[in-house]
T-cell receptor, first 116, second 115 residues
């Protein structure tokens, strides 16, 4: 199955350390989204890409967060100088463009970050 | 600003009962899309349905049905004859298509179907 895959699935780090998450979308999908989900909450939009272009960034994405999608394939989300408030599940989703399938996001299983 | 409100945090019903999950949205746009997603205990969100702002027809898919009413800015989801496998967290979402295409989710309703 070539669904959306995320790596690592779990990451425990100490406050102040940098972490990087990787997302491999479904190969034919040109859109890629990053969301953050905390316990009991819905996914919060962070950013999204169309091909390699980052089209939108949430105000939630502080200067410590950066996302890239080189060559329009996989994407990375880096968090620098992690804080305990960064502890969450980081979700990646991908989709195709096109009216008939608009908004049908395919989500990965997420990368859970715990900052001690 | 776009906003999705799911007032019901948690609902429990006995199997075979019908249950309706409420969703109220806010948007400045006349062109927008509404969605429902399901997050089962395994964790992966799954797309259920999309509705655009110009199509107010209700939709039925098996035991699932959706009621879209622009007059009340609501997009409610009904499960008929609920089953234990329906237990999950359900999210309503909104996208102001043509503005920035980001999809905003509500906080979700956790549904427990009791055997």
């Amino acid at each position: 199955d070539t669904g959306v895959s995320q790596d690592p699935r779990h990451k425990i780090t100490k406050r102040g350390q940098n972490v990087t998450f990787r997302c491999d979308p479904i190969s034919e999908h040109n859109r890629l989204y990053w969301y953050r989900q905390t316990l009991g909450q819905g996914p919060e939009f962070l950013t999204y890409f169309q091909n390699e272009a980052q089209l939108e960034k949430s105000r939630l994405l502080s200067d410590r967060f950066s996302a890239e999608r080189p060559k329009g394939s996989f994407s990375t989300l880096e968090i620098q100088r992690t804080e305990q408030g960064d502890s969450a599940m980081y979700l990646c989703a991908s989709s195709s463009t096109g009216t008939e399938i608009y908004g049908e996001l395919f989500f990965g299983e997420g990368s859970r970050l715990t900052v001690l | 600003a776009q906003k999705v409100t799911q007032a019901q945090t948690e609902i429990s019903v006995v199997e075979k009962e019908d249950v309706t999950l409420d969703c109220v949205y806010e948007t400045r746009d006349t062109t927008y899309y509404l969605f429902w997603y399901k997050q089962p205990p395994s964790g992966e969100l799954v797309f259920l349905i999309r509705r655009n702002s110009f199509d107010e027809q209700n939709e039925i898919s098996g035991r699932y049905s959706w009621n879209f009413q622009k007059s009340t800015s609501s997009f409610n989801f009904t499960i008929t004859a609920s089953q234990v496998v329906d237990s999950a967290v359900y999210f309503c979402a909104l996208s102001e298509a043509g503005r920035d295409d980001k999809i905003i989710f509500g906080k979700g309703t956790r549904l427990h179907i009791l055997p």
